[in-house]
């Protein structure tokens, strides 16, 4: 059964530090995975999507890097900012039949200090 | 112009009642899905139908029965309420395709349900 672990729980840094999140999964056979971010009272955003191909992806001041075999994926936020303060989760698309099922991981609730 | 949209975006209720949650995409999407994001923050799926037919259902008490009209909406009905109950309920959609890799999901903005 597939378990995915975020840490830290909780990250507070001063603007402009450089800081990275990461995230484990047990399973490496999984389709794809899925950076998100989750605003107080609001929805989950999508930051970066990567599939099981690839070893990372990048937008903007986000880099999100993959390595299936270790089962771990970090995302690397450059130079932060208090606008970047949000919960971050993680979450893999598993292998599995036709299914589109995303199991989310445990979140890293980041606090950037101005 | 909202994607994904959720109603009511509060919902309070007492315990032993019954309730329903709307979800409407307007992506032109053909599977939706119910999540519920518990007191620590952990997401989990519940539900997911695709073009109307149910293709997942996670472990959820049968109180828990999901409707589907068209491909476009996915409502929730919540028999018998317990305290339990409480967190925030997540819609979300993905567009067709094989189980692969470009089935990114989107997320509605929620509906927080306290029953007390």
């Known amino acids: 059964k597939q378990e995915v672990t975020q840490i830290p729980a909780a990250l507070s840094v001063p603007e402009g530090e450089n800081l990275v999140l990461n995230c484990s999964f047990t399973?490496?056979?999984?389709?794809?995975l899925q950076w998100f971010r989750q605003d107080p009272g609001k929805g989950l955003t999508s930051l970066l999507l990567?599939?099981?191909?690839?070893r990372e992806q990048t937008s903007g001041r986000l880099n999100a890097s993959l390595d299936k075999s270790s089962g771990r994926s970090t995302l690397y936020i450059a130079a932060s900012q208090p606008g970047d303060s949000a919960t971050y989760l993680c979450?893999?698309?598993?292998?599995?039949?036709?299914?589109?099922?995303?199991?989310f991981g445990t979140g890293t609730l980041l606090a950037v200090q101005p | 112009d909202t994607a994904v949209s959720q109603t009511p975006k509060y919902l309070v209720t007492q315990m032993g009642n019954d309730k329903s949650i709307k979800c409407e995409q307007n992506?032109?999407?053909?599977?939706m899905y119910w999540y519920k994001q518990d007191s620590k923050k952990f997401l989990k799926i519940m539900f997911s139908y695709n073009n109307k037919e149910l293709i997942i259902n996670e472990t959820v008490p049968n109180r828990f029965s999901p409707k589907s009209p068209d491909k476009a909406h996915l409502n929730l009905h919540i028999n018998s309420l317990e305290l339990g109950d409480s967190a925030v309920y997540f819609c979300?959609?993905?567009?067709?395709?094989?189980?692969?890799?470009?089935?990114?999901?989107?997320f509605g903005p929620g509906t927080r349900l306290t029953v007390l």
């Open positions: 979450a893999v698309k598993d292998y599995g039949g036709a299914t589109n099922k995303l199991i």
């Open positions: 992506l032109g999407h053909d599977t």
């Open positions: 990567i599939q099981s191909s690839q």
């Open positions: 979300a959609s993905s567009p067709p395709g094989l189980a692969g890799a470009y089935n990114e999901q989107f």
């Open positions: 399973d490496s056979a999984i389709y794809n």
